[in-house]
């Protein structure tokens, strides 16, 4: 498998990591979670080529997870906002965060919490069944193929 071609693979992991699979193009989804939404903001945070951010930007924008909104007439200048495409993205980001915190934290613990507003606590994130609510590890689950729609043939 070549990363050129990950986005035409049958299987949604590479084709999701065709699009957020580069370690800049994450590091800017977890800004932009942090509500960072300015280039410049971007660029000081991520000490990263304005190039190379551009980049990453443009194909977050072409994707539909950020998009850009105008924040200023003259110059024009503009912010990116995550979508709901984008937003989506949380559970996986949130995700790797928890597996760093878990296996890179220092002596004093993680560098980030997450607190829940509905209830003000501090949490981990739970991956949980979506049918009887209870908590999934990999020993947990067994992945099959899904069975493929066939497609009327065309008179």
Same mark, same amino acid.
């Given at each position: 498998?070549r /990363?050129q071609?990950?986005?035409?693979?049958? @299987?949604?992991? #590479?084709?999701?990591? #065709?699009?957020? *699979?580069? &370690? /800049?193009?994450?590091?800017?989804l &977890?800004?932009?979670?942090?509500?960072? &939404?300015r280039?410049?903001?971007?660029?000081?945070?991520?000490?990263? #080529?304005r190039?190379?951010?551009?980049?990453r930007?443009a194909?977050?924008?072409?994707?539909?997870?950020?998009?850009?909104?105008p924040?200023?007439e003259?110059?024009?200048?503009?912010?990116y906002?995550?979508?709901?495409?984008?937003?989506d993205?949380y559970?996986?980001?949130l995700?790797?965060?928890?597996w *760093?915190?878990?296996?890179? $934290?220092t002596? $004093? *613990?993680?560098?980030v919490l997450?607190r829940?507003?509905? @209830? *003000?606590?501090?949490f981990?994130?739970?991956?949980? @069944? $979506?049918?009887? @609510?209870?908590?999934?590890?990999?020993?947990?689950?067994?992945? &099959? #193929?899904?069975?493929?729609r066939?497609?009327?043939?065309?008179?």
């Amino acid at each position: 498998m070549r /990363w050129q071609t990950l986005s035409r693979e049958n @299987c949604s992991l #590479a084709r999701t990591l #065709a699009v957020i *699979g580069d &370690r /800049w193009t994450l590091l800017i989804l &977890r800004d932009a979670f942090l509500r960072v &939404r300015r280039f410049e903001d971007f660029e000081s945070s991520l000490k990263i #080529a304005r190039r190379v951010l551009a980049e990453r930007l443009a194909l977050l924008v072409a994707e539909g997870i950020l998009k850009k909104v105008p924040y200023q007439e003259r110059p024009l200048r503009y912010e990116y906002k995550l979508t709901e495409k984008g937003l989506d993205l949380y559970p996986a980001i949130l995700s790797l965060v928890h597996w *760093g915190d878990k296996h890179y $934290s220092t002596k $004093s *613990g993680p560098p980030v919490l997450h607190r829940h507003l509905a @209830c *003000g606590h501090d949490f981990r994130p739970v991956l949980t @069944c $979506s049918e009887c @609510c209870a908590a999934v590890t990999a020993r947990d689950v067994e992945a &099959r #193929a899904a069975k493929q729609r066939r497609r009327a043939p065309v008179p």
